[in-house]
């Protein structure tokens, strides 16, 4: 079969589900009364839930999406990729480390509501980070991005801490999007600087899942202190579900360059074999299965899950063609950043017109329908908000 490589509609619909349903695992933690397969297994346990494989999709997604950005830019005559590489992660790893700080946000010390703090936070990164390539008023995209760059500067000024040790913004963790823009640094730039050499990409792909288990084994006890400060190695686990959705993704574009993509999709399956197989067995020397503590089980499997995953949308969408199924969600594939970042609007509202939803929509069965929507509501959002125009774009 022939692929067009500009856009390729399988990983549009992989990451649409993935999103729909980050959407979904983050609106429904901690509900009580729902099936525990659902949620994030304790750090304490050796255990697998389906919230704890849906950000490891997503790092697979974002370098399986690596080496197809980079190939457009190309085409079209941009050669700034180092830049944009490095400034894309410096944006995510800000936003990141800048809302971690809800957590320690002190309501009696700071100037405005914590609610009212967050939301405002998110309006900023919407002014700031928009997508003005519509408009031709240059005017209006300086202004509206100045402005949000002057409300961020006040929010942050205006910010307290209830950690007497850090009584104004700080670093507490890198957040999920801090997380992603150090993946994503490394891994682009290893894909950049190698050319996209196919081997390259497999030797750091396997460097980094073979890094996380020397980590979890103790022989890296030396780099705990730059943990704390510096996450471009960090235990290799992110990394690793980075690079091998790059090492896929080359793949692809070698075997569809060659009308031989049913190749890959066998591959995959065989990989994900190995890796299954390779993840149950370091599970007994490894700490067990966990998202928490990051272990070599939990890398492995997920990652056997990607490519099980990745594969079957292969098979739905680029063979048979039926890439309309996922239409509905399609702007949480597309517009994905948007669809992130949409939800921050709406819980700070929600906590301050001190809403409650009623018992049956707030555990159980009722509670997991909730959720269902609620992720499909925020979707259709995002994809009205493009339709004006209104996307976000780091």
Known sequence: MSTTLHRVRSIDAFRAVTMFLMIFVNDIDGMPN???WIQHAKESADALGLADTIFPAFLFIVGLSIPFAFQNRLRQGNYRIPWRIVTRSAAMIFIGVFFTNVETYNEE????????????GTLSIFLIFLDYD????????????????????????????TDPAHPWLHFTWWGILGLIGWAYLVCALIYYYSGGQLWIQAAAWLF??????????????????????????????????????VFVAVLYMRLAERNELKLLWIGMLLMSVILFNLGFIVRFVSGGISKIRDTPAWVLICTAISLVVYALFIFIV?????????????????????????????????????????????QGTGGIIKCILFALAMIGFTGLLQRI???LKI
């Open 34 to 36: 729902t099936p525990q």
């Open 109 to 120: 010390a700071a100037l405005l509501p914590r609610p009212v703090w967050e939301s405002m």
């Open 134 to 161: 519509h408009t031709k008023a240059a005017w209006r995209r300086y202004t509206l991005r100045g402005l949000g760059i002057l409300l961020l500067i006040v929010l942050s000024w205006s910010y307290k801490s």
């Open 208 to 245: 980094f899942m073979f890094f996380n288990i020397d980590f979890h084994f103790g022989w890296f006890e030396f780099l705990t202190p730059l943990q704390n400060y510096v996450w471009i190695a960090g235990n290799g686990a992110m990394q690793a579900f980075t690079m091998a959705g």
């Open 318 to 362: 680029d063979f048979k063609k039926k890439y309309h199924w996922f239409k509905p969600i399609e702007p949480a594939g597309v517009a994905t950043f948007t669809a992130y970042i949409v939800p921050g609007l709406f819980y700070p509202i929600y906590e301050m017109m001190d809403i409650e939803y009623p018992d049956l929509l707030s």
């Open 389 to 391: 125009n209104i996307r």
